[in-house]
T-cell receptor, first 112, second 115 residues
């Protein structure tokens, strides 16, 4: 059973702090890794994707990938109350034509 | 960015009726579309994968005769919930990806309530 594990939270951080979200996956053949943000009652929105080991930065967001450890993370710098949402980690299922395996999501709460 | 339109955004129907949900890729050709269901406080559950011009591939436990999927063109896929019952009430979300890309872009979702 291929799995993606996330801490469900809630993760609470003060406004302006760095929020760190973590994810581990079991499928060693996975090549593509995604972070989606989902506000309550809404559909997921793509935040970041990463394919190679190391860091990828986009504005206040940094995705980090370590394939050897089967670990992917998302850092949110200067967290804002509007960042409060559930963050879904998704990993492509190898040899399955683009199918993604989603984690349960981490609920982030940024306190003003 | 890639835009996926899903319609309707919410629907209320009586038990036993059928409901059709449309998913359109507006600015790209979607070779593959995915249909998910999400219950409150749970993650996305993939129901089926749909490729243009071919039959959908359903996940284990998903009744293909209950959830009819059609992907007739590179920009449109439809999900029909046939003979809906209250237990089918859920948030249905489609996503679309184009050839050679693993990136899925999601529609806004359809909230179905079956009375």
């Amino acid at each position: 059973q291929k799995e993606v594990e996330q801490n469900s939270g809630p993760l609470s951080v003060p406004e302006g702090a760095i929020a760190s979200l973590n994810c581990t996956y079991s499928d060693r053949g996975s090549q593509s890794f995604f972070w989606y943000r989902q506000y309550s009652g809404k559909s997921p929105e793509l935040i970041m994707f990463i394919y190679s080991n190391g860091d990828k930065e986009d504005g206040r967001f940094t995705a980090q990938l370590n394939k050897a450890s089967q670990y992917v993370s998302l850092l949110i710098r200067d967290s804002q109350p509007s960042d409060s949402a559930t963050y879904l980690c998704a990993v492509n299922e190898s040899n399955q034509g683009g199918k993604l395996i989603f984690g349960q999501g981490t609920e982030l709460s940024v306190k003003p | 960015g890639a835009v996926v339109s899903q319609h309707p955004s919410w629907v209320i129907c009586k038990s036993g009726t059928s409901v059709k949900i449309e998913c359109r890729s507006l600015d790209f050709q979607a070779t593959t579309m995915f249909w998910y269901r999400q219950f409150p406080k749970q993650s996305l559950m993939l129901m089926a994968t749909s490729n243009e011009g071919s039959k959908a591939t359903y996940e284990q436990g998903v009744e293909k005769d209950k959830f009819l999927i059609n992907h007739a063109s590179l920009t449109l896929s439809t999900l029909t919930v046939t003979s809906a019952h209250p237990e089918d009430s859920s948030f249905y979300i489609c996503s679309a990806a184009w050839a050679g890309k693993n990136i899925q872009y999601f529609g806004a979702g359809t909230r179905l309530s079956v009375l």
